[in-house]
DNA sequence: GTCAAGTAAATTGTCGACAATCGTCAAAAT
DNA sequence: ATTTTGACGATTGTCGACAATTTACTTGAC
C-alpha cells in the first residue's frame, strides 16, 4: 500500500457530487413533508431554489425515483409520491421477505464485527428511543439496524435492494407522522433479534425478526387507518 | 385528439422517450456483447454514434445502472459491469427469495386470467426450446413466464424489483454464451410449477419452483466455471 | 350553460458549449 | 534508477438556451 508514514488520519473527504447533495436535500424535504405528497417536484423551480441547474436536479429527481419518493410520468414530469395503506402493507410484507432471508444467510456469515457493529446500533437504538429525540432521528437509528443486518449477510443484493425500500419505509412513517406513543415498546423489540443472533439459532432468528418486523407493520398500518380516518371522515 | 376517423389500427407511435430507445439499444448492444464487460461506456462515442446529444444518453445509461447492467465511478463515467461467479450464484440466490415469495403469494390471487396467461407463455417457451432458434429468444421467453408469476403476486414490489434483476440475469447468461447443450430439458422443469399452482397446493408449487431456478443456478454456474477456466487456463 | 376548438403560458425534452476533473506521460529533482 | 512534479489531452460535470409537448385559459358555436 501507497501511503505517507506520517499522514494523519486523513478520511477521504466526501467528494459527493452535486447531484448527491440535491438528492439529499429533496429526500430531506420530502420525508420532512415540506413537499407535500401528489405535489408536482418541478425542475425549474428546485433548481432555481437551489441556484443550480436543471441538469443535476433531473438525475437527482431519477436517483429518488428509483428510491420511491418519486414517481414519473413522461413529458409530465416527477411528483411526490401518494401513499396508500396497500402500498405500505406491500412494502412491509416484501420488507419481511428480504430481510427474512438476509437474516438467515447472516447466521452462514456471522463474525465478531457483524455482532459489534449490531451491539453498537443497539445501544444506539435505546439511546434515542425517548422523546427527548425526534421520530426521525429514531426511524434512523432503527434502520440502521436493518442495514447491517443486510450489508452482512454477504449478497450485496440484499443491501441494495434494502437501501432502495428503507428510504420509502422512512418516507411513509414520516407521512404518517407519528409511529407510537411509546417510543421505547418498538425499540424493545429488537433485541430478541440479536441475541437469536448471537446464539446462531437459525429459527429463533427467523422468529424473532418476523416479530419485529410485523409488530412494526402492525403499528404503521393502523396509525395510517386513523390518519386517513381523520382526513376523510365522509 | 387529431384523429382521422377511417383511421386503421395505428399503435401508439413509439411516444417512448429519446431515453428509453437509447437505452434499450444500449441494452442489446451490451446484453448481445458488443460492448465486452469492462468496457468503458463513453457518453460522447455513444451520443455521437446514435446521432443524438449527451443528455439522454447519460439519463439511459443511469437507466441501465439500475438494472445493474453497468456501473459508475464519480468523475470517471459508465463501464459495463464485469460478471464473476459469485455475483451469479448471489443473483440467483436473490432471485430465489424474490420468486418464491412471489409464488407463495400468487397462489391467494390466483385466477383463469394468470392461468391463461401462463398456459400461453409456457406454450411459447416450449415453442422456442429447439436449436431453430436463438438463445436470447429462449431466455426472453423464460423470463417472461417468471415475469408473469411476479406481475400477478399481487405486490408491485415483485415485479419492481424483478424486473431489475431480470436483465442481469439475461446479460449473466449470454456473458456465458451457452447454457445448455438441451434446450428442451430446463423448459420441461416450467411445467410442474405451473401445474403445482393449478391444483393450489403451497408446498409443492414452492418445490417445484426451487427445484426450477436451482436447476437453472446450477446450469449456468457450471457454464460459467467452464467459461472463466477456458479463459485463463494459467 | 355546455362543450369544443384554438391559443398562450408553462414545463419538460434535447442540445451544444464551457468548466471541472481525471489519467497519462514527459521532464525534472532526488 | 526512482520518485515527484507539471502540463496536456480526454472525459465527465454543469450550465443556459431552444424545441417539443403538455396544461390552462379563452373564445366561440350550439
Known amino acids: 500500500m501507497n501511503e505517507t508514514p506520517s499522514s494523519p488520519g486523513f478520511q477521504p473527504l466526501d467528494r459527493e457530487g452535486l447531484v448527491q447533495t440535491v438528492a439529499k436535500m429533496l429526500s430531506k ?10 405535489a408536482r417536484l418541478s425542475e425549474s423551480v428546485v433548481a432555481r431554489e437551489l441556484g443550480v441547474s436543471r441538469a443535476p436536479v433531473r438525475e437527482a429527481a431519477r436517483l429518488l425515483e428509483s428510491s420511491g419518493l418519486v414517481t ?4 409530465r414530469g416527477f411528483f411526490v409520491r ?5 402500498a405500505i402493507a406491500d412494502l412491509y410484507e416484501f ?10 444467510r447472516l447466521i452462514r456469515t456471522w463474525n465478531d464485527d457483524i455482532h459489534a457493529a449490531l451491539s453498537a446500533q443497539l445501544a444506539e437504538i ?14 434512523e437509528a432503527d434502520l440502521q439496524f436493518h442495514r447491517l443486518l443486510c450489508s452482512g449477510s454477504g449478497n450485496p443484493k440484499f443491501l441494495t435492494v434494502f437501501d432502495q425500500i428503507a428510504t420509502e419505509t422512512e418516507f411513509s412513517i414520516m407521512v404518517i407522522g407519528r409511529l407510537y406513543d ?5 425499540a424493545k423489540t429488537h433485541e430478541p ?6 446464539s446462531g439459532d437459525e429459527t429463533q ?8 418486523i410485523g409488530e412494526a407493520q402492525r403499528l404503521v398500518t393502523e396509525q395510517f387507518r386513523i390518519l386517513e380516518e381523520g382526513k376523510t371522515p365522509q
Do not use: W
Open 29 to 38: 424535504a420530502i420525508v420532512t413533508g415540506q413537499l407535500a405528497p401528489g
Open 72 to 75: 414519473y410520468e413522461p413529458n
Open 82 to 86: 401518494q401513499v396508500s395503506a396497500k
Open 95 to 104: 420488507r419481511i421477505v428480504i430481510e427474512l432471508a438476509a437474516v438467515k
Open 126 to 139: 435505546n439511546r434515542v428511543a425517548t422523546d427527548d429525540f425526534d421520530m426521525l432521528t429514531q426511524v
Open 182 to 186: 411509546d417510543p421505547d415498546r418498538l
Open 193 to 198: 433479534v440479536l441475541e437469536a443472533l448471537c
Open 205 to 212: 432468528a427467523v422468529d424473532a425478526m418476523q416479530y419485529h
